[in-house]
């Protein structure tokens, strides 16, 4: 082998070598390059990944603050509201945004702006009470705390209130009921009292007196005893302990049975008494429950209609599977602001009359919950000067099952 043929051999290889090194760097810089595209796209991917995560976690936490039942306000560094919920918005009738704006600026109450300046210098406030007068009146019960700020500056406030409306109003509601039925107890009581101490003080040797006295006395001892039995049944009907026994009933049979009840009282008055229920109506009922119905509604129309009036109950088949019957009297009506309240426990529109008339004040209360219990509802329709009509709806019976 020559010289020149050796360096040409050694030239080839070099040449190869050097071929052969330039591809795999090249490919190696494509792979590197290749690998690098794909880290920045998983990282792209990972990244939006992560933002759609924290989206979807912001609006579920969004999605859990609005629908909390507390009104829910945060105020930044500044006193300025910076976060609120729609409770909020609903407690306090917000018509507009409130972001950025001071406690009086938002809300015009110097009552909360009194919040704000407690629980900045008590760090914390538990139970203070706002009453919010609008159309209707409400109550609120706020607690609030500071939220960390920066170091030495002054730091946020976290509120949550609370709409205790109706607790207030089931608080008043229970006094009005102690109260009332204070007052009907102590008044039968006094004159059994009084009666028997002027018996015991001589009266019983006097036969005729010590007669007289008695007499009152049980009477006075029944108004008692309905007195108890009626708020027995009213608490039975509230709370839903009172069982019904349902069957069918003709409804035209079972108003009669109710009216023949008054036709003594209604001839001393002079009051004709008529049964216009339509023939054949039936509803499956608690006949007992349903008569006390009637009861109390035709006592009621004897007792406040006029004297040779008119006294009639009716009833008919009215639309969507239901009954309307209807006790109407022809007495003084009652007056439109009182129509809303007749079926409260012891609301009475005349007070005077009605305790000289007797009676416990409970008698419509417990019409209304036996309705509601049979599914049905109760109203009054009313013009003063032109009587009453006391109604009632309930279920009407099928045709097939009235046959059987």
């Known amino acids: 082998m020559n010289w020149f043929s050796h360096n040409w051999e050694?030239?080839?290889?070099?040449?190869?070598?050097?071929?052969i090194l330039t591809h795999f760097i090249w490919e190696r810089f494509l792979s590197e390059r290749a690998n690098a595209k794909a880290q920045q796209e998983y990282g792209?991917?990972?990244?939006?990944?992560?933002k759609e995560l924290a989206a979807q976690?912001?609006?579920?936490?969004?999605?859990?603050f609005d629908s909390m039942t507390e009104g829910v306000m945060l105020l930044d560094t500044a006193g300025r509201v910076e976060l609120y919920n729609r409770s909020l918005e609903r407690m306090f009738r917000l018509t507009v945004g409130i972001r950025g704006l001071t406690l009086l600026e938002a809300f015009r109450l110097p009552e909360l702006v009194k919040l704000g300046e407690e629980v900045q210098s008590a760090g914390e406030v538990v139970g203070f009470d706002l009453e919010l007068l609008a159309e209707n009146r409400r109550y609120l019960q706020a607690n609030a705390t500071l939220v960390a700020g920066a170091v030495g500056a002054r730091r946020g406030a976290l509120f949550v209130f609370h709409d205790i409306t109706r607790l207030r109003e089931l608080e008043r509601?229970?006094?009005?009921?102690?109260?009332?039925?204070?007052?009907e107890l102590r008044t039968p009581l006094s004159m059994i009292k009084g009666y028997t101490e002027?018996?015991?003080?001589?009266?019983?040797d006097e036969p005729e007196r010590a007669t007289r006295f008695l007499q009152i006395i049980d009477r006075h001892a029944d108004r008692l005893n309905f007195l108890i039995d009626d708020l027995l049944a009213i608490s039975k009907l509230e709370s839903g302990q009172m069982p019904l026994n349902r069957q069918p009933i003709d409804l035209r049979t079972l108003a009669g049975r109710a009216i023949d009840q008054f036709a003594a009282r209604a001839m001393e008055r002079s009051v004709t008494l008529a049964n216009e229920v339509v023939e054949g109506l039936s509803a499956d009922v608690d006949a007992d429950r349903l008569d006390q119905v009637f009861v109390n509604l035709v006592d009621n129309a004897l007792k406040y209609g006029r004297a040779g009036g008119r006294v009639t109950v009716s009833g008919r088949a009215v639309a969507e599977g239901m009954?309307?019957?209807?006790?109407q009297d022809d007495g003084?009506?009652?007056p439109p602001e009182a129509q809303a309240r007749v079926f409260e426990r012891f609301y009475r529109v005349d007070k005077a009359r009605s305790r000289e008339q007797g009676g416990t004040g409970l008698g419509?209360?417990?019409?209304?919950?036996?309705?509601?219990a049979h599914g049905g509802k109760a109203w009054v329709r009313s013009e003063p000067g032109c009587g009453a009509t006391f109604l009632f709806s309930l279920p009407q019976l099928p045709a097939d099952d009235a046959a059987h």
Do not use: C, M, W
């Open 173 to 183: 509601t229970r006094q009005e009921f102690v109260a009332n039925v204070s007052h």
């Open 364 to 372: 419509l209360a417990i019409v209304k919950h036996i309705v509601q």
């Open 198 to 204: 002027t018996l015991l003080d001589g009266a019983k």
């Open 323 to 327: 009954i309307e019957l209807a006790v």
């Open 57 to 64: 976690s912001q609006a579920r936490l969004e999605a859990l």
């Open 10 to 19: 050694i030239t080839v290889f070099v040449g190869a070598l050097a071929a």
């Open 332 to 334: 003084p009506g009652i």
């Open 44 to 50: 792209r991917r990972l990244l939006l990944r992560e």
